[in-house]
């Protein structure tokens, strides 16, 4: 950058000396315009010769080139409907068939009325026979969808019923049941469609949507829909694979005029449909309608026709040129030499007044000079003033200038520090150069790094920033460099870590000392329970003696209170027989194992009906429910989950359990299994009592148990570091949903034998509806859509 501003011009131009070359400046002034103007003129007369047959080419050019677009416009927009159709194709292969909402969302996102104005709607047709009909006339009924009505009435072999139709106008729903493959035209491209695999479209029909007074031709595209939404390879297969059509009917008038939208043809077109056999059959005509402009012009009009294939159609494009057009070319030469004769003149005008230009132009560049020095001067003023430490460096790193903030960081004066290479000042002395010698910052841009500076004994930290700059002409500046000390922030941010490790290692000792509490808890809890059990056996023994040898001393109400003292101990021991199973739960260690959940479940409901052969219950286990954990502990879980469902629907008449996989998974990754029945439930605000140990939340006599079993299974499902939930209502039914760790394919292959190696019981070709005599429950129902659950565990 210069050193200081541009300097002024010293003085201003000599009046007298601008007079004197004046006459002689005016002259030659002069003699340059006559010279501009006779050569303009010739210039036009040359033009005028050969303009004529250049605009006449032009204009056949422009014709043919005109209507070349507007055929590869409507060749696109058949391809729009095509990729159209396409996509709800696609839809059926996503969905083994979309409901109407499905449908009907598909069309929304299309956005038909905003994208494709001449489309009258996005539809679907089934590919029925007779019996499917009748089956889809009771689903949608089934499914309050109303009757499904088939127009036209009448028995026939196969049928092309409009399913769906979007948007939902009240002329398109009038077309729901309409069957097109009734009508010749449409079944000709309907079948076409079907057995070749492609899109296929009509010749000129009659829309069921239009009215009465409404005649124009229409034509209707479908793309054919197969099963599993995979083309056949034969025309056999595919006619066995064929469900349907997606399809799109238009108007063919409204369709080229939107073709057309953007082009603005100023030609006049007429499109026909020339498929052999058909005939020629008008679909538009730009010029129906139209009225003429009055005049008569002796100009040939050009004609041109281009047949376009039309997904087994053949259009004919005939493409006549306006007569109107066709004289504008002629015209428009003529405008061009009147113009080119005004603009002769005003280039001889031009030339008198360059000289007044070259004055304008000479006060603007000392005005571009003078904003320049300005803009100068504030980037000078910003970089000496800024608290920030800046500095120019040359292409080789050596200081060019520096502020006074950077002088400081560096601990030398400005001066000094021109001529020096950064780099030398710093303490690790590296060097942002390329390959080349060169900065970095001229290759790579705006860059950041980071360098050490030794002073006044004290190593600091500095980051530098590279930004590219250019200097004047002949000098070698190449960045501007920002120093910034940051020794204070990284010592605040080391703080900031360090407090960090800290409060971490406050957590862990927390955490330790926690669970140490909760072991001495469990530690206490199976200890008490070991010591009750001596006192309890003193009364049960006291109690028994006292009823045997005493009797006669007591009368039938002091027997009945040593009765009702033997039955007190016996529950006593029981509560703390099972507080010790609670204990035992968190005291051993657990063997991971691959478990085969369904033959697992299939032993324990196998063991509850030798409990209860009178009791008829229909059990649907799921096949091949596999995960890993400790066997006797999941046996446990099992236990409990089925023994409350097989309880808790005693009171049912027809009782119905079931375990099976869950849609959702409760822990990240791990398969979740549910057991669901429809016997007493529970109300849903008690189920945050359901887990925990000696809730009840029923009566003793009504349905019996401890109130552990619910509290085992959580404390067993979160050993394995899975989760469980439970859902119900009263009188619906209970639902228990809860996760284990997968099984591997390996471990799955070891899942079908037990611990001994041998198979599980059931194994070999064991029907998982376990309910003998009951003929429902043979046929395997299963529970009713509401998934509900427990409320109590089991004993």
């Known amino acids: 950058m210069p050193a200081g501003p541009p300097r ?48 006449d080419a032009l204009a056949q050019a422009e014709f043919v080139a ?23 194709v696609s839809l059926f292969a996503a ?23 001449a489309l009258v709607g996005l539809g679907y047709a089934d590919s029925l026979v007779p019996s499917q009909l009748q089956a889809l006339q009771l689903s949608r009924r089934a499914s309050g969808e109303g009757l499904f009505s088939v127009r036209p009435r009448g028995v026939r072999e196969r049928y092309g019923a409009v399913t769906y139709l979007e948007p939902r106008t009240p002329a398109n729903i ?62 056999s297969a595919r006619s066995a694979a064929h469900l349907g059509w997606v399809y799109v009917p238009f108007r063919a008038g409204h369709f080229v005029e939107s073709a057309l939208d953007t082009l603005q043809p100023s030609v006049d077109i007429a499109v026909f449909d020339d498929t052999e056999g058909v005939g020629a059959v008008l679909l538009y005509d730009s010029t129906a309608g139209a009225a003429g402009d009055g005049t008569e012009s002796t100009h040939a009009a050009r004609t041109r026709e281009i047949i376009v294939p039309a997904y087994g159609r053949q259009w ?46 000479q006060r603007l560049a000392l005005q571009m000079s003078e904003s320049y020095r300005r803009s100068e001067l504030r980037f000078r003023n910003a970089m000496r003033s800024s608290p920030i430490g800046k500095g120019l460096l040359d292409g080789e790193g050596r200081i060019v200038e520096a502020n ?40 790579v841009g705006v860059y950041r790094t980071s360098r050490r500076l030794r002073r006044d004994g004290e190593l600091r930290s500095l980051q530098l920033t590279y930004a590219p700059v250019p200097g004047e002409i002949g000098q070698d500046i190449a960045a501007l460099v920002q120093v910034e000390d940051i020794t204070d922030r990284i010592r605040a941010e080391e703080e900031v870590r360090g407090l960090n490790r800290t409060l971490e290692l406050r957590v862990e000792q927390r955490t330790a000392e926690l669970m140490r509490a909760n072991e001495e808890l469990e530690s206490f809890a199976y200890s008490v329970s070991h010591d009750l059990r001596a006192p309890l056996r003193a009364i049960d023994g006291f109690s028994r003696l006292l009823g045997e040898r005493h009797a006669g001393a007591l009368d039938a109400e002091g027997r009945a209170y040593i009765g009702r003292v033997r039955t007190a101990t016996v529950r006593m021991g029981e509560l703390i027989e099972a507080l010790l199973k609670m204990s035992r739960l968190t005291r051993g260690d657990i063997r991971v194992v691959p478990l085969d959940i369904s033959r697992m479940a299939q032993r324990i409901v196998a063991e509850l009906r030798e409990q209860e052969p009178a009791r008829r219950v229909s059990v649907d286990i799921a096949p091949g429910l596999q995960a890993t954990g400790d066997a006797s502990l999941v046996e446990n879980l099992l236990t409990n989950l089925l023994g409350n469902a097989w309880k808790f629907t005693a009171h049912t008449a027809d009782a119905r359990i079931a375990l099976t996989a869950a849609p959702g998974v409760i822990e990240l990754g791990q398969p979740a299994f549910a057991v669901r029945d429809n016997g007493a439930g529970f109300a849903p605000e008690y189920v945050g009592k359901l887990f925990r140990p000696f809730q009840r939340l029923h009566a003793q006599h009504e349905y019996a148990g401890h109130g552990i079993g619910l509290a085992s299974v959580k404390r067993i499902v979160e050993r394995h570091g899975g989760g469980i939930r ?17 099984a591997s394919g390996e471990e799955s292959a070891e899942a079908q034998r037990g611990p001994t190696g041998q198979p599980w019981p059931g194994s070999a070709g064991d029907d998982v509806r376990m309910s003998p005599g009951d003929d429902d429950a043979a046929q395997g129902r299963r529970l009713p859509g509401s998934d509900t659950a427990y409320d109590e565990a089991s004993d």
């Open 174 to 235: 009038a077309a729901i049941g309409y069957d097109m493959y009734a009508e010749v035209s449409r079944r000709a491209a309907m079948d076409a469609a079907r057995d070749d695999g492609t899109v296929r479209m009509t010749g000129a029909v009659r829309l069921v949507q239009q009215g009465a007074a409404d005649s124009a031709p229409a034509v209707l595209m479908y793309a054919p829909v197969y099963r599993s939404g995979l083309r056949p390879d034969s025309r």
């Open 316 to 361: 004919r494009f005939r493409f006549t040129e306006r007569s109107a057009d066709a004289a504008a070319g002629l015209q428009r030469v003529q405008r061009t030499v009147a113009l080119s004769l005004v603009l002769s003149l005003l280039l001889f005008a031009v030339t008198l007044s360059l000289a007044h230009t070259q004055r304008h132009a």
């Open 726 to 742: 439970a859902e119900g209502r009263p009188g619906e039914g209970a639902r228990f949903t809860f996760s284990l760790p997968p």
């Open 66 to 88: 005109e209507a070349g677009r507007a055929t590869a416009l409507v060749r696109q927009q058949l391809l729009t409907y095509e990729l159209t159709l396409q996509g709800g």
């Open 95 to 117: 969905v083994e068939r979309p409901t109407p909402a499905q449908w009907r969302s598909y069309v929304d996102g299309l956005r038909i009325d905003a994208r494709f104005p």
């Open 8 to 55: 002024r011009p010293s003085s201003r131009p000599d009046p007298s000396a601008s007079a004197a070359t004046l006459p002689g400046a005016s002259l030659r002034g002069y003699l340059l315009s006559v010279l501009v103007l006779l050569a303009s003129l010739m210039l036009v007369a040359a033009y005028a010769r050969h303009a004529g047959d250049r605009e």
């Open 404 to 443: 006074m903030a950077l002088a400081d960081v560096l601990r030398s004066p400005p001066e000094e520090l021109v001529g020096q290479s950064l780099w030398a000042l710093l303490d690790d002395g590296s060097k942002d150069l390329d390959a080349d010698g060169r900065l970095r910052v001229s290759r």
